[in-house]
């Protein structure tokens, strides 16, 4: 049974510490990954502790966002494997690889068994989202959704019918598209939050909180 996490949010529960930017917690089929890093590694590290996760298998990375890669260095020692764009700059790829193995992604493909990304959705910023078998459907988690969230769930669903979806949405407008989905969690730069938490299908998003699929 997937398990997800939130660890670094806007908003967040005591004892759990709010924060801009986002990073999630997956663990599905023997396999965990952090997905983002938030932007401050100490706060990052204390949300972690409090779940009371030490280690994962990979870190998968959203785009190349100070509030997504910021906790980076913090917790990159607890890692095997770190996961990101090709549109990555040189420099920041030749530093993630000096200290774990650096898997560039450009198509969408497995990253474990269950596990997938959609590829790096270049346009306006490249950026690529986590897509996870849960059962009954796949369920995507995003960082920003910059390239548009229409055009990731698009891609999401090569991989099964979309169950969910969580993260920051962005600009995303056409609530009603929402509808469609078993289970909705707005998250950091989210626009339209209010507007989506107001739907049956909908659940706030927060450091703290933490849920089953």
Known sequence: MPEFAVVYDNEAVEPFIP??????FVHARNTSILFDTGWDGEILLHNLSLFGIEDFDFVVLSHQHWDHI????????????VVVPSTFSPNLKREIA?????VEVTSPREIAEGIYTTGVL?????????????????FVI???????LEAILRVAEKFGKVY?????????SRVE????????????????????????????CYAG???NL
């Open 19 to 24: 924060a801009w930017g986002f990073s999630c």
């Open 177 to 204: 598209l929402l509808r469609d989905y078993e289970l909705v969690i707005p998250c950091h730069c989210t626009v339209a939050k209010e507007e989506i938490l107001k739907m049956d299908n909908s659940r706030r």
């Open 122 to 138: 270049t346009r306006p910023i490249p950026e690529q989202s986590l897509v996870v078998e849960v059962g009954r459907g796949v």
């Open 70 to 81: 910021g906790g980076l260095n913090h917790v990159i020692s607890r890692t095997s494997y």
């Open 142 to 148: 995003t960082g920003c959704s910059h390239p548009g």
């Open 98 to 102: 000096r200290k774990a193995e650096l």
């Open 209 to 211: 909180c933490s849920f």
């Open 164 to 172: 969910g979806v969580m993260g920051g949405f962005h600009g995303f």
